[in-house]
């Protein structure tokens, strides 16, 4: 069993976002440079090691709608800032949620806007793990415009699952938008099958948004739960 | 696999049942009687006597049983395998119901372990039965299928009966028949994994309530579509997802979608309902495969053309325009004013040997050829099927046809059935048909690609 897993399951609760996003750069999938800022003398220390402008979120196994906790700041430019959205950060969630154990700060170098795609993992009683593939925002929330195939996956399977979707026509660029890492996308959703099936204790998985640009991309928020 | 072999090839089969009139096993006795079964039939049951001809045994001490088809009250049914599995029967048809589809759990269960001590294979319990037409053999309830190709697994015997009616109005036939009822032994993957093998069968056609076993289905489906083609219908569309998840994945994962992704995967070919599973096996039968998306309408109507023309668009296959060199040909062979693009409309002048002709010369540059045809006073519908039947047999693409309509082409859809083209009441269905047929050969050559 992977240590970060192991370590969760002990105490009995699913990855956190640090630790989910540990995984997937494990496995070779981009996400953006990140660290976890566990009391506020470390601030200076960790912003001088990453660029800004940061985004910082708290890190909690007991709050899941982050931003419901006013948990989430963007768009923080040097280290003065870094250190009031620390406190701001830590003082809300406290307040939202009296009891939750708080494991830290998490902060990441703010990528720039992309095509939001969404890439997920879940467990059917009948069929096992399967894997899932949309694109993000209003397209998975209001159109449900996703694909679906069982894991293990094949290379035809990754691609069928992004060429089948309605809003595949966005990735290839519209209206003069150049086209999108088509490849990139399937390489993330083949790593997430062989993730799954080297990794059984995780249950679910949400890459919820990756922005995808015209070369690479980066997976924004994960979520790993055991 | 002889267990297997012995539901569908038995030498003799027994049938445990009350034989009054209008009971499950008088039906059944009827149904082997009239059907023609070769083998042995033996009725058995307290009641003694004959029936159509067939003498009752009371007990089957000296019978060589292959299959033996239980249709008794639940509670006898534990004892009776005991019986049936220590003098080394290995293949049992349970119609009874009253068991795990009415919460009945534990019954079934103890059915389970008797199979598996005496390593017998049960189908059922709470089926229709089974049949083999290429051996006469109708151990079922239901209507006797007609002699044909395409293999037929529910999980619904009252829908199994519905369709083999319908295949009876139609003249559609099956290779074998199985309700599976609430498959407490032999299931779908069994069943599949036999059906490949089976040189009657050309088409596999299921229809699924629910699978238990997904993944195992899924492997054997990805190994059988690459011998024959598999069509499913699955019940239970509109069921949201109902699982508790946490995640965004999980809510947006509504069971239908799963297996919308798994029937995907394996190259299975999923349909609406049993209309549109009639209209592919029909085309699969015949055509398992084809091998390009340009489709050549002919056709001596206009009308019937564009909706067929606009369906073939919306579903992504190819109408496309004859090359200039085509076109040259085509201006020899056909008389002035007739269009010379795609769909090839040859209007009043479309005799049998028109149809013929550009068939045979459009053949070189098209993959697929639809030929509608709608009579006139002065047009036969027989000789225009005669002439497509001839020239099939010289082209190397598929025909299919669209005959409009009705008692006035009755006739000539007859003619085409005898050529093996499959005829479609419209073209709005052709295509659909042909494109279902297309999207499974790319998916086999893909499949084979990367094995």
């Known amino acids: ?226 | 696999m002889k267990s297997m072999e012995n539901f569908f090839n038995p030498h003799s089969i027994a049938i445990f049942a009350s034989m009054k009139e209008g009971k499950t096993g008088y039906e059944i006795v009827k149904n082997m009687v009239e059907g023609g079964f070769k083998g042995n039939i033996y009725p058995v049951s307290q009641s003694g006597g004959q029936i159509f001809g067939v003498n009752i045994n009371k007990d089957f001490k000296n019978l060589e049983i292959d299959l033996a088809i239980i249709a008794i009250p639940g509670q006898f049914i534990p004892s009776l395998l005991e019986d049936l599995g220590s003098r080394g029967v290995k293949s049992a048809v349970i119609i009874s119901a009253g068991f795990s589809e009415v919460g009945n759990i534990e019954e079934e269960k103890e059915i389970k372990k008797i199979a598996e001590k005496y390593k017998m294979r049960i189908i059922g319990p709470n089926c229709a039965g089974i049949m083999n037409t290429g051996c006469n053999l109708f151990a079922s309830i239901e209507v006797r299928a007609l002699l044909g190709q395409t293999a037929f697994i529910t999980q619904s015997g009252a829908l199994g009966g519905a369709v083999l009616m319908m295949a009876e109005e139609l003249g559609f036939g099956f290779s074998k028949f199985v309700s599976y009822g609430n498959r407490c032994d032999v299931d779908e993957v069994d069943l599949i994994k036999y059906l490949e093998d089976d040189p009657q069968t050309k088409v596999i056609t299921l229809y699924i309530e629910g699978l238990e076993e997904g993944r195992r289905f899924l492997t054997q489906a990805k190994k059988t579509v690459l011998k024959k083609p598999i069509i499913a219908i699955k019940a239970g569309k509109s069921k949201a997802g109902m699982r508790a998840t946490s995640s965004h994945t999980g809510s947006l994962a509504g069971e239908d979608k799963i297996y919308d992704a798994a029937f995907k995967q394996a190259g299975i070919l999923r349909v609406e309902g049993v209309e549109e599973m009639f209209d592919l096996c029909r085309g699969l039968i015949h055509y398992p495969k084809i091998k390009g998306n340009k489709i050549g309408v002919i056709t001596n109507s206009g009308g019937p053309a564009v909706l067929t023309t606009d369906k073939l668009e919306e579903l992504g296959l190819m109408v496309s325009e004859p090359s200039e060199s085509l076109k040259n040909k085509l201006k020899k062979i056909l008389p002035p004013h007739v269009s010379l693009g795609n769909p090839f409309d040859l209007l009043a002048y479309g005799g049998a040997e028109n149809f013929a002709q550009v068939s045979k010369t459009i053949s070189s540059e098209y993959d697929v050829i639809i030929a509608i045809f709608v009579p006139t006073a002065s047009m036969d519908s027989v000789e225009i099927a005669t002439a497509l039947g001839k020239i099939k047999e010289e082209i190397k693409i598929p025909i299919f046809a669209n005959f409009m309509a009705g008692r006035l082409v009755k006739k000539g859809i007859e003619e085409l059935n005898r050529y093996g083209i499959p005829n479609y009441e419209t073209g709005e269905r052709c295509a659909k048909v042909i494109q279902k047929i297309i999207l499974r050969t790319s998916k086999i050559n893909n499949f084979n690609l990367c094995n």
Do not use: C, W
Request: aromatic letters at 6%.
């Open chain 1, 1 to 226: 069993m992977h240590q970060i897993i192991e370590k969760a399951k002990k105490e009995k609760r699913s990855l956190l976002e640090t630790e989910a996003k540990e995984l997937l750069r494990e496995y070779g999938i981009p996400v953006p440079d990140f660290r976890l800022i566990e009391n506020e003398d470390e601030v200076s220390k960790i912003t001088s090691e990453i660029s800004f402008p940061l985004v910082m979120k708290i890190v909690s196994p007991d709050i899941i709608h982050k931003s419901d906790a006013g948990g989430v700041k963007v768009g923080i430019k040097d280290e003065k800032e870094a250190k009031l959205a620390y406190q701001e950060i830590i003082f809300k969630a406290k307040k939202y949620n009296k009891k939750a154990k708080i494991s830290g700060v998490i902060a990441y170098t703010m990528v720039p806007q992309g095509t939001e795609v969404i890439v997920g993992m879940m467990k059917d009683p009948h069929f096992g793990p399967v894997a899932m593939f949309g694109l993000g925002g209003i397209f998975v929330e209001g159109l449900k415009d996703v694909s679906f195939r069982i894991i293990p996956l094949e290379e035809r399977d990754a691609k069928e699952m992004i060429t089948e979707i309605k809003g595949y026509e966005i990735l290839k660029g519209v209206r003069g938008e150049s086209t999108k890492d088509i490849k990139a996308i399937r390489k993330v959703i083949m790593k997430i099958s062989q993730l799954t099936l080297e990794n059984p204790e995780i249950n679910e998985i949400d890459l919820n948004p990756i922005f995808v640009f015209e070369k690479g991309l980066q997976v924004v928020d994960a979520r790993m739960i055991l």
